[in-house]
T-cell receptor, first 116, second 111 residues
Framework: EPEVTQTPSHQVTQMGQEVILRCVPI?????FYWYRQILGQKVEFLVS????????KSEIFDDQFSVERPDGSNFTLKIRSTKLEDSAMYFC??????????????FGPGTRLTVL | QKEVEQNSGPLSVPEGAIASLNCTYS??????FFWYRQYSGKSPELIMS????GDKEDGRFTAQLNKASQYVSLLIRDSQPSDSATYLCASKGGGSYIPTFGRGTSLIVHP
């Protein structure tokens, strides 16, 4: 069964460093998302991406974040200058559509980001 | 601000019993509702989606939606210890295509 994949599974970085989290969405899906979940807290939406541009973003997704689809399969989240409070699980998700039928989002296994 | 509320639990049920998980949502124009299961340290896994009032059954799982009461529930029949996880409720609609998640209810199924 097709699935969303993410790399790395765990990333440790120093405060102020840049990190890139990678995702490969399900191949026939057109909508891509990044979420984060701080330990013990809710899943929080960061950004959605369609047709090579951001379609929605949350207040969390400020100038230190960016997303890119550098090729036909990868979808990346870059955090430019990491802060301690960026430590969280980051989930990539994808969906075939965003409304109506087939709008369910399927999540990847996540990347645990630890900022020291 | 859209809110999805869930009792954090834990809800403890014996093996073989019916587990009933509940969720309320604040945005009356929400149209799509989802239940995800999340094991500790893992990602959310979609179990059910429901869009119309009433019941929707899939195997041991039944989702129930009551839009008038802004209430969604998930019933798990013949609960198994492997069902022990956190169950996330999410709603979507009202001009946004992004689901709003609740904090989740922790379910413990004991042998």
């Amino acid at each position: 069964e097709p699935e969303v994949t993410q790399t790395p599974s765990h990333q440790v970085t120093q405060m102020g460093q840049e990190v890139i989290l990678r995702c490969v969405p399900i191949s026939n899906h057109l909508y891509f998302y990044w979420y984060r979940q701080i330990l013990g807290q809710k899943v929080e939406f960061l950004v959605s991406f369609y047709n090579n541009e951001i379609s929605e973003k949350s207040e969390i997704f400020d100038d230190q974040f960016s997303v890119e689809r550098p090729d036909g399969s990868n979808f990346t989240l870059k955090i430019r200058s990491t802060k301690l409070e960026d430590s969280a699980m980051y989930f990539c998700a994808s969906s075939e559509s965003r409304a109506g039928d087939y709008n369910e989002q399927f999540f990847g296994p996540g990347t645990r980001l630890t900022v020291l | 601000q859209k809110e999805v509320e869930q009792n954090s639990g834990p809800l403890s049920v014996p093996e073989g019993a019916i587990a009933s998980l509940n969720c309320t949502y604040s945005d009356r124009v929400s149209q799509s509702f989802f239940w995800y299961r999340q094991y500790s340290g893992k990602s959310p896994e979609l179990i059910m989606s429901i869009y119309s009032n009433g019941d929707k059954e899939d195997g041991r799982f039944t989702a129930q939606l009551n839009k008038a009461s802004q209430y969604v529930s998930l019933l798990i029949r013949d609960s198994q210890p492997s069902d022990s996880a956190t169950y996330l409720c999410a709603s979507k609609g009202g001009g946004s295509y992004i689901p709003t998640f609740g904090r989740g209810t922790s379910l413990i199924v004991h042998p």
